[in-house]
């Protein structure tokens, strides 16, 4: 009973997680990019998707769209407002623009959280569902909407390892992430496949803050913890592999859900942290991570 | 080093020192309660450059470094009443023993590995305060029986006195001759260890001092305020802040870490009227510094020093 139930609950967390991280280990495998804004963009989405709701009265359908296009365009603003200008940066020594990256989109990700907080508050967001009620899975009364959140990011999930693997477009992402000088002397720009990764990265992004927004609800203190939790699955599933990252989700979502149940909900997130802590003793690049 | 006390930087910082320290004659006290804690803050970002700028770890987590030294002299002393000296040194060692924890990872993993690994560390030490909340105080905060004094003329004076101190070592030991073989251990350790040094001890070296440093004014701060709290000397938004104090005063420059963070804590007590902006335009201008003087506040400066 209570198995089936962390079974059920632990799916479209984990889900969403996997969906969240997705995106930002594809930016980080294509173009050695760690984003540390990706909660404040997910958080954007969701209160962009909650305001178009309540504030410009639009329907739901319609408003998640919403919440998925201002991602898009905060994720294609952070990258040629920041990340951009750093990597074209001359006056930056080479080995020292990974730091600045990560400054950059540190304080890019705070700018972003301190504007949604001063105009729409600190208060904490529900997304209205796009579907309502419960469903009776023998006998666990679960809400439907958790099994639309599973469904949704099982099939982007989906549609991304067949944009990945199966079209032109993908193939030249994939074949970056293998080997960025390559697809330049195969004529290909880089910078439009960077271009692209983003565009992809703003959707996945998207996508999971509005779903989360409907899941648990945001605000914008969630910005620190979502990026850390992305951060840490990442690094658990090793950087730059999907896969990995798809099972660190699952993993992480799983163990703390069952730490939620069967222990408290005060120490939901210390499980994972030592289990990180553990797997970066014994195998430094992650789970399925290349060096 | 000889040169050092002949050249222009010098003869600046004694100047704005000296300045400094004559404010308690004139100002009133709650700029200089706002200095106080931003020399407390500079020492910091100081001990976070060393650390960063250049033995070349990315360091997440300088508050765990100085959470640790806080906590540690904060709940010594709310529990046994020792004297506040032995608390502030008990706490810096505390600190010292976290260094060492933190060192290990990062003579194993790097770059984001071991960003990460030190965020975790932060996360860990906020979830104990948490857990462990008859012993810590918990989100509430510990409160602290004793403090060194409550004359704002004399605590600023201390911690004048502490961040001139910190930034004499810190300085003196990032030009000396084991400043220089840390900056190569950082940027390539394949060929300073090809060149005879020994990179595991040099590494370990500045994370100890650089511990040392963050523990001794974690536990100094919490002195002053009379209380620990995970908001002021552990939460993740403290180390960002004092990441982005380093990077905005100029990295590798030990001495504009602690400008950064003066500049930092000063521009958001001004903004304040600003209400919840405030935060959102210092970001910004450190954005705007990072993107278009990637040296900061005095690696501008010595660079056009340097040319001229």
Request: hydrophobic fraction near 55%.
């Amino acid at each position: 009973m209570l198995a089936l139930q962390i079974l059920i609950d632990g799916f479209a967390i984990s889900a969403l997680y996997a969906l969240g991280a997705t995106g930002f280990t594809l930016i980080f495998g294509v173009s050695g990019v760690l984003n540390l804004s990706h909660g404040a963009i997910m958080v954007a989405a969701a209160v962009a998707a909650w305001a178009a709701a309540s504030v410009l009265h639009l329907d739901i359908y319609t408003g998640a769209l919403f919440g998925v296009g201002v991602a898009l365009i905060v994720s294609f603003a952070t990258y040629f407002a920041v990340v951009k200008p750093i990597q074209n940066s001359t006056r930056i020594p080479n080995e020292e623009k990974e730091i600045f990256v990560l400054t950059g989109t540190l304080l890019w990700g705070i700018m972003i959280q301190e504007l949604i907080a001063y105009f729409f508050t600190n208060n904490a967001k529900t997304v209205l569902p796009i579907v309502e009620g419960v469903v009776d899975i023998f006998g666990n009364r679960t809400p439907r909407n958790n099994i639309f959140t599973a469904l949704v990011c099982c099939l982007v999930i989906g549609l991304l390892w067949l944009l990945v693997n199966r079209t032109r477009t993908g193939k030249a992402v994939l074949a970056a992430s293998m080997n960025p000088r390559g697809v330049t002397l195969l004529g290909l720009e880089l910078t439009q496949i960077y271009i692209v990764v983003w565009g992809i990265y703003g959707i996945l992004a998207g996508i999971a803050g509005v779903l989360l927004g409907m899941f648990l609800g945001v605000s914008s203190y969630s910005v620190g913890p979502l990026t850390a939790s992305a951060f840490s699955i990442v690094v658990l599933g090793g950087l730059g592999s999907v896969s990995g990252s798809l099972i660190a989700a699952f993993v992480v979502g799983y163990l703390e859900t069952i730490t939620a149940y069967m222990i408290s909900p005060a120490y939901r997130t210390i499980p994972a942290l030592l289990l990180l802590v553990f797997v970066m003793y014994i195998r430094p690049q992650g789970l399925l991570g290349r060096r | 080093m000889a040169n050092f006390f002949t050249s222009r930087l010098f003869f600046i910082s004694l100047a704005c020192v000296a300045v400094a320290a004559t404010l308690p004659l004139y100002v009133s006290g709650y700029i200089l309660g706002l200095l106080t804690v931003a020399f407390y803050f500079g020492v910091f970002a100081m001990a976070w450059d060393l650390l960063f700028g250049f033995a070349g770890e990315v360091n997440f987590g300088p508050t765990f470094l100085i959470g640790t030294g806080a906590y540690t002299a904060g709940i010594l002393n709310n529990q046994f009443g020792w004297s506040v000296y032995l608390c502030i040194l008990l706490g810096a060692l505390a600190s010292v023993v976290a260094g060492f924890v933190l060192a290990l990872p990062a003579l194993r993993v790097r770059g984001p590995y071991f960003g990460l690994t030190t965020l975790v560390a932060v996360l860990m030490l906020q979830n104990f305060v948490v857990v462990f909340a008859d012993l810590t105080g918990g989100e509430i905060g510990l409160t602290i029986p004793d403090v060194i004094t409550i004359n704002a003329g004399a605590n600023y004076w201390i911690a004048l006195g502490f961040m001139t101190i910190s930034a004499a070592i810190l300085y003196g030991l990032s030009q000396s001759p084991v400043g220089l073989v840390l900056q190569a251990s950082g940027q390539d350790p394949v060929q300073a260890g090809a060149l005879g040094f020994n990179i595991v001890k040099h590494k370990l070296a500045a994370f100890i001092v650089s511990a040392f440093f963050s523990g001794l004014s974690g536990a100094l701060l919490v002195f002053y305020f009379g209380t620990a709290s995970v908001g002021t000397v552990v939460d993740v938004a403290v180390g960002v802040n004092v990441i982005v104090s380093a990077v905005l005063g100029g990295r590798r420059t030990v001495l504009g870490a602690a400008l950064g963070a003066i500049f930092l804590i000063v521009a958001g007590e001004f903004l304040r009227p600003t209400g919840e902006l405030a935060t959102f335009i210092v970001s910004a201008v450190a954005l705007l510094v990072v993107l278009f003087f990637p040296g900061g506040f005095l690696g501008a400066a010595l660079s056009r020093e340097a040319r001229s």
